[in-house]
DNA sequence: CGAAACAATCAACCGTGCATGCTTTTTTCC
DNA sequence: GGAAAAAAGCATGCACGGTTGATTGTTTCG
């Protein structure tokens, strides 16, 4: 669902940007070209930031001209719009490439969850959205959305976090849990913006892990 | 401690800035010019941005001509080298002024504190600084400022968590709880960025308080 | 051949640091 | 103590570099 909406999202800017009514290039050149110059964009966001992310500095990073890139984009706000698109199409790879070698079971899974859970926080692509994320605050074409990218993202998260954990959100506190959980995870993400913060992380990660797994499986009372 | 070392870096940025070798400005009018642009060079950095906060918006901002912020500032860079200074001394009145009305002990306490946290993390000067945080990642210059600033608040802010909490850090664990009810308040902070996100909150911050109380104060294990 | 895709150039605008000018306060000199 | 000079503080304008969207030119594909 999230995967086809995304795509829908993709192909109206297409149309935007070419102002035809085709479903988006037509020769695959040109497809690999969008495609690395979207990359491109992500990759500039998370090194350079917004306000380093200039068009220039993303043509580079993709080694296409100006001219190329304006073939698709026709602005700046219509490279960052479908760079948004972009970013939620990656984060659910990345987070469904994650999940895949998750531990089965009992406290090991509950560590392996918050670690992988911060992992993506401290990510190359959490990094990006963080910009983007700060940089919408003032920009009024951009907040729309990233302010639905976010919604999106955290309500996809929550989701995954839940079954991941294999958490009961009946039981009181525990939906609560879980979404401080991912509130943590992305405070830490941004602890590493500046320096690396993984030796603290790692204790932090541990510690949250044991609490979590104690408020999610708390002890049979009739033990 | 703090606040001296906040001054004598204040005086090393105005020794910079006049080239001159006294302390600063002479005049009265001077010291509340140069108050007025450190302020709304704050809020500018809230309300804006980085990229947002020229040195335009923070004069008009501020009411002063861009040659009166050149007197004191000679560089964009000097004015927000002087900010962060400026930030740590206001970070610190706002959590002083905040902890002054917090209950006695117990659970309300508890509460009280991570409501306390949460909200220095979701005001107006943690804004200020999230976007400086981020916009540093690019700023050669204002990355080591920011980051020494990071660290400086990161450590008085668990100091005084501790402090807040009467938490026993000898208490395994304890540490790493405190720190993560921290970064789970800046995560909070980022999650109000773009819209309000008071109700989902308040119900973190509730059950969080509820559980840092269990991890805190353990049941005793005679009774 | 025309459309699509890409490349290169142009003009307008903005932000910055620098320079010059004006006003207020302090210091110096008699 | 008062006038003049100097310093401090503030105001205005300029030149430059970078970014942007628009425009024009070239290459590739169907």
């Given at each position: 669902?999230?995967?086809?909406?995304?795509?829908?999202?993709?192909?109206?800017?297409?149309?935007?940007?070419?102002?035809?009514?085709?479903?988006?290039?037509?020769?695959?050149?040109?497809?690999?070209?969008?495609?690395?110059?979207?990359?491109?964009?992500?990759?500039?966001?998370?090194?350079?930031?917004?306000?380093?992310?200039?068009?220039?500095?993303?043509?580079?990073?993709?080694?296409?001209?100006?001219?190329?890139?304006?073939?698709?984009?026709?602005?700046?706000?219509?490279?960052f719009t479908a760079a948004v698109a972009h970013m939620a199409e990656e984060w659910q790879a990345s987070v469904r490439e994650r999940a895949r070698a998750l531990p089965g079971r009992g406290r090991d899974r509950t560590y392996a969850v918050?670690?992988?859970?911060?992992?993506?926080?401290?990510?190359?692509?959490?990094?990006?959205?963080?910009?983007?994320?700060?940089?919408?605050?003032?920009?009024?074409?951009?907040?729309?959305?990233?302010?639905?990218?976010?919604?999106?993202?955290?309500?996809?998260?929550h989701r995954l976090a839940v079954e991941f954990l294999a958490a009961d959100e009946s039981v009181p506190g525990v939906r609560e849990t879980v979404q401080a959980t991912l509130d943590m995870a992305r405070g830490l993400g941004l602890a590493n913006l500046l320096s690396d913060d993984s030796a603290r992380r790692a204790g932090i990660v541990r510690q949250w892990s044991r609490t979590l797994d104690a408020v999610l499986r708390p002890p049979d009372p009739a033990a």
């Open positions: 669902m999230d995967v086809v909406t995304g795509a829908a999202e993709d192909a109206a800017a297409a149309n935007r940007s070419t102002g035809g009514t085709d479903r988006g290039p037509k020769q695959d050149r040109s497809r690999a070209t969008r495609q690395r110059i979207l990359s491109a964009a992500l990759a500039c966001l998370a090194e350079h930031g917004w306000a380093g992310s200039t068009v220039a500095v993303v043509c580079a990073r993709a080694g296409v001209s100006r001219g190329a890139a304006q073939h698709h984009f026709g602005t700046r706000e219509e490279l918050v670690d992988m859970l911060v992992a993506v926080h401290t990510g190359p692509l959490f990094r990006a959205a963080l910009h983007l994320w700060v940089a919408a605050t003032d920009e009024p074409e951009l907040r729309e959305r990233v302010a639905a990218l976010e919604s999106r993202i955290g309500r996809e998260a």
